[in-house]
């Protein structure tokens, strides 16, 4: 049942990304916007740091498994890269850094989109902002042709919305 809700979105925030150029511009934005997030969330008290990204964690995790565990491999030392070296910041240096990565992040984000024609999948469904980091995992599945079963299931469910 998870698997089909996870299977149905992703193919549906495949839709509004078919174009490679758009692809590839979410691979720089996608991971600065995340990173920003995450150091910022630092700044929090510790137990809701946790909370927060931990929290993102499991809903990745439940969503797809090995998905979940590769986006915790990945974002894992970013968050304590965050407490080691990015709390420590000046507020106003560390929110420059922050703005700045996730204002870059943006720019390239709509700069893919203005090459798709199409905006934004997390402006028609704000859920589809959580899958973005896990499209990028899904795409090197594509790319790598690993975990076929699953791009099975999302290309059946993509040919639905896009025919």
Not at 41 to 51: E, G, H, I, K, R
Not at 99 to 114: E, K, M, P, R
Not at 130 to 152: A, D, H, Q, S
């Amino acid at each position: 049942m998870l698997e089909d809700i996870f299977v149905r979105n992703l193919a549906g925030y495949q839709s509004y990304h078919l174009n490679h150029h758009n692809q590839l511009t979410h691979f720089f934005g996608i991971p600065m916007i995340v990173v920003s997030v995450i150091w910022i969330s630092t700044w929090l008290p510790m137990n809701l740091a946790y909370v927060v990204f931990f929290g993102f964690l499991a809903l990745w995790v439940s969503m797809d498994l090995i998905i979940g565990l590769i986006l915790t491999i990945v974002f894992l030392p970013f968050f304590a890269i965050g407490f080691a070296w990015f709390a420590e910041l000046e507020t106003m240096t560390g929110g420059l850094i922050a703005l700045a990565l996730f204002v870059i992040g943006w720019t390239f984000q709509i700069v893919g989109h203005v090459f798709e024609g199409r905006k934004p999948a997390l402006l028609d469904n704000l859920f589809q902002g959580l899958l973005g980091p896990m499209f990028l995992v899904y795409e090197v599945f594509v790319i790598t042709k690993m975990r076929k079963p699953l791009l099975r299931k999302v290309e059946r469910e993509l040919a639905k919305i896009v025919n």
